[in-house]
């Protein structure tokens, strides 16, 4: 017995998250209806596909977006709105895993999916409530040994824009007294996730390209003239090529993806709007803050000057089924002070993780590309790989080659041990967290 409940489209509507409530426009796009014809179909509108589409439509192709409930229903909609530079996993680790040479050409990429997201901002005038800073804390010596480790390895692939912080140095960003000291990223940023993506989904169209919510994909065939045929519950459509973004929500419509990734949730909760002392108190400089624990918390203030603070995860990507009970403990260590604060608004999404933590890009067929397992870290990733799907499809196959070339590592035991195994793997790494080890 469970008394979690699975994450479901259900009629399309937004998780009742802070973002729904407080997007730019609640307009649904219309659904497919009948047969259309495009250069490219983009399946999911998320992050991944978004940026996808986006760049593609600004090299001119006919796109059409597929989304089975509505524009950043799933992560790209809920998350922590935090714009991290580089991938879940480490340099440290991809070198260790892939080599040298794949750990230099990620070393490469680090910032690039922040900058995608600043210039898609600044050219489309996209209201998102950006924000700059993003600091990283520890509790621990061991802690702060790995940022200085970081800091000097990032700075080893051409990033300088980390500080290192002591305590009394991060008192200026975050008053909270629970951090050993921290590092600030200066490139970092935060946003609005939602209005971002609602955002680069009018962009899409200003350029051109259709969006069909509440169309689901089916199946898929391949045609005669080696084209492809989407079937969708609402139609059908012809494209020459398809890029399959659907991440932690492309269910099992797509058999050879399914396996690849395991669809893990998270929580936020958004506090009420706190008085402008409050708010200063908290965050002094309005960064957006994570801690370095395997499991760990982030949090930042809205626009509005709420606390969004999130945390926890699930392997298998269910709902807790008290989400403040969770959550209101991690925050109440960090910020004593807001334990009268009264939460508005509480929810849960799924991102995708791939054992390795590396996300994955790569081909079904020739003329099927895919991209997926940001493992948490997709708000960069994402705009940064639609990116290079659309430069693929455009003939520029370099940076898309190199990332298909890096093999992806199945979970231990497959789909059927996956989640415990996760869940174990998760509980040796907070130990270590615990005990500072």
């Not at 200085?148 to 700075?155: F, G, I, P, R």
């Not at 260590?333 to 608004?345: C, E, R, W």
């Amino acid at each position: 017995m469970t008394n979690e409940t699975k994450h479901y489209a259900g009629d399309a509507s937004h998780t009742g998250s802070y973002y729904a409530a407080s997007a730019n426009t609640k307009t649904l796009r219309p659904a497919l209806n009948g047969d259309y014809e495009v250069d490219i179909c983009v399946v999911g509108a998320g992050f991944t596909g978004l940026s996808t589409a986006l760049h593609l439509t600004e090299k001119g192709y006919k796109v059409a977006v597929i989304e089975g409930a509505r524009v950043g229903w799933g992560a790209s909609g809920r998350n922590g709105g935090q714009i991290v530079n580089g991938l879940n996993a480490s340099l440290e680790k991809i070198q260790k895993s892939y080599g040298e040479d794949a750990a230099n050409f990620v070393g490469t990429l680090l910032q690039e999916g922040a900058q995608t997201i600043f210039e898609k901002i600044e050219k489309y005038s996209i209201d998102c409530d950006l924000k700059q800073l993003n600091i990283f804390t520890a509790y621990t010596a061991k802690q702060m040994k790995e940022l200085e480790e970081k800091q000097v390895l990032w700075k080893k692939h051409g990033m300088d824009d980390h500080e290192l912080l002591d305590k009394n140095q991060l008192k200026q960003h975050i008053g909270s007294d629970v951090y050993a000291g921290g590092m600030v990223d200066h490139s970092g940023a935060h946003i609005h996730p939602l209005n971002l993506a609602l955002g680069e989904a009018a962009a899409i169209e200003q350029n051109g390209g259709v969006i069909f919510e509440k169309t689901m994909l089916m199946s898929m065939e391949r045609q005669a003239d080696n084209s492809q045929l989407l079937i969708t519950d609402k139609g059908k459509i012809h494209a020459k090529k398809v890029v399959l973004c659907g991440n932690a929500y492309l269910g099992k419509v797509i058999p050879k993806l399914t396996s690849r990734v395991m669809p893990v949730s998270t929580q936020i909760i958004a506090t009420e709007p706190l008085d402008d002392e409050l708010a200063k108190e908290l965050l002094p400089t309005d960064a957006c803050v994570e801690d370095v624990r395997y499991i760990l918390d982030y949090f930042r203030l809205s626009a509005d000057k709420r606390l969004l603070f999130g945390g926890g995860s699930v392997y298998g990507g269910a709902d807790p089924v008290d989400i403040k009970a969770k959550l209101l403990p991690n925050m109440h260590k960090v910020y004593p002070q807001l334990k009268s604060a009264k939460i508005d608004y509480a929810w849960s999404g799924n991102f995708a993780l791939s054992f390795s933590r590396v996300p994955q890009m790569g081909r079904l067929e020739d003329n099927v590309l895919f991209a997926h397992g940001y493992s948490g870290h997709g708000v960069t990733g994402s705009h940064l790989f639609g990116k290079i799907l659309a430069d693929a499809i455009d003939g520029n196959t370099e940076r898309f080659d190199m990332f298909e070339k890096i093999p992806w590592i199945p979970f231990p035991g497959g789909r059927s041990l996956r989640v415990p195994y996760s869940v174990a793997g998760s509980w040796w790494y907070a130990l270590r967290d615990k005990f500072g080890v």
